[in-house]
């Protein structure tokens, strides 16, 4: 079993840019679907994105595509989520979670493991 941890989240104008990390313990993130969502109050829990066990591919909703990237360091068992031009609908509590399954989900119920989240707020 593995262990999640985010930190990195903070309160930035738009246009601005914060890196979110997911550091693991426990088990190694290559062995899983490293998968980041997204809660703003009142809303569901939303798929970012995610990044393969291999760490050689990545996916992401649309409404990030080209502002967000996932990146993973193996040595550091950390998965990283780079947000540039940040926008007052990206405020929310950003988890990272982990998949023991071969398939990309964009369900959170599909993800086994959970982080306890980090709140991105940004201003307009």
């Known amino acids: 079993q593995v262990q999640l941890v985010e930190s990195g989240g903070g309160l930035v104008q738009a246009g601005g840019s914060l890196r979110l990390s997911c550091a693991a313990s426990?088990?190694?993130?290559?062995?899983?679907?490293m998968g980041w969502f997204r809660q703003a109050p009142g809303k569901e829990r939303e798929f970012v994105g995610a990044?393969?066990?291999?760490?050689?591919?990545?996916y992401y909703v649309d409404s990030v595509k080209g502002r967000f990237t996932i990146s993973r360091d193996s040595a550091k068992n950390t998965v990283y989520l780079e947000m540039n031009n940040l926008k007052p609908e990206d405020t929310a509590i950003y988890y990272c979670?982990?998949?023991?399954?071969?398939?990309?989900?964009?369900?959170?119920?599909?993800?086994?493991?959970w982080g306890q989240g980090t709140q991105v707020t940004v201003s307009s």
């Open positions: 426990g088990r190694a993130v290559a062995n899983y679907m």
């Open positions: 979670a982990a998949d023991a399954t071969f398939s990309l989900s964009r369900s959170p119920s599909t993800y086994d493991y």
């Open positions: 990044i393969i066990r291999s760490g050689t591919s990545t």
